[in-house]
Each structure stands twice: as C-alpha cells, then as structure tokens.
C-alpha cells in the first residue's frame, strides 16, 4: 500500500474567507476542491513542503503557519496523512498558478460534498469554529 504525507495549507483572509482549489480532471481525487498542497518529500519538513507546495500551486509565500488538523485516511489504494496548516498571513495574493480554479468562501460555507472524503473532519472544524 503506498503511504503518502500531505501537507495543506488553509489561507484565511481577513474577512474569515478560505482559498481553495479545484483538482485537475486527470489528478486523484479528480474535479474535488481542495486546500493547496502536496507531498511531502523524503527529508523535508512538513513546514518547509507547504511553503513549497504554496508557492508552486498558488503563488504565495506564507508568513506564519498554524497546526490546525492532522488526519490519516485510506483510500482504496493508499494511505494519507494530511496535515492541515491554517495560514493567516502570506506574501502575494493566491491564484491558480498551475492553471486549476481557485476562489474564496466563507469559512462558514464550506461544503464537505466538495472536498475528498478524507477531509470531512478538517471541514466540520472549520465549520463549528466560524
Ligand atoms: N492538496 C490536497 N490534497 C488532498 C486534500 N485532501 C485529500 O484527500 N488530498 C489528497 C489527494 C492526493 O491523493 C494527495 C495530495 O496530492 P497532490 O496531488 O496534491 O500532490 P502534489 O501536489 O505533490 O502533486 P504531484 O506530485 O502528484 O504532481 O492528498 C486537500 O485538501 N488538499
Ligand atoms: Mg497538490
């Protein structure tokens, strides 16, 4: 079973509003929207590979990084470990760098239907603290 190690950033804004994305159609997980992120590499840090991964998907470069859920899934054929970082302050303005749409909704209006299953949890937090 591949194991994997995720790590996501969730960009607030100050109006409470979350940037996510949408999952190109040929990715896993395909067409579902998402908190920018990826694998982590073998010998990097959590921190360091959302950094990287913000960088590279939407462009900014975050300024500080709260641990605010950390989840194991598996799926059919592979096994997850998702580290939700919640950013709050960053350099530049996100866009979809790699060409994927990306928007904003209110921390509130999430919808977990949107998002792959693992991240059920991550969005009924999100939800009950806005
Ligand atoms: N980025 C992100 N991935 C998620 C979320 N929820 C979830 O189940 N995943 C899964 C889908 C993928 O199996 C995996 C993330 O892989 P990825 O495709 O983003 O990896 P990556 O950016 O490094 O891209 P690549 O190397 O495959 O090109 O985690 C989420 O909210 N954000
Ligand atoms: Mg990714």
Redesign the pocket.
């Known amino acids: 079973m591949k194991k994997?190690q995720?790590s996501?950033g969730i960009l607030r804004n100050a109006a409470g509003e979350i940037f996510i994305t949408q999952r190109a159609a040929d990715?896993?997980?395909a067409n579902m929207w998402?908190?920018?992120?990826?694998?982590i590499e073998e010998g990097e840090s959590p921190e360091l590979a959302l950094a990287r991964?913000l960088f590279e998907?939407v462009g900014i470069l975050p300024e500080s990084a709260m641990l605010f859920d950390k989840l194991e899934?598996e799926f059919p054929d592979?096994h997850?470990t998702?580290w939700f970082w919640l950013v709050d302050s960053w350099q530049g303005e996100p866009w979809g760098k790699e060409g994927q749409p990306g928007r904003w909704v209110a921390q509130k209006d999430l919808l977990a239907e949107e998002?792959?299953p693992?991240?059920g949890p991550v969005i009924a937090k999100l939800i009950a603290q806005a």
Not at 34 to 39: C, H, L, M
């Open positions: 994997l995720i996501t990715a896993h997980m998402e908190f920018p992120g990826g694998k991964e998907e899934f592979r997850i998702l998002f792959p693992a991240n």
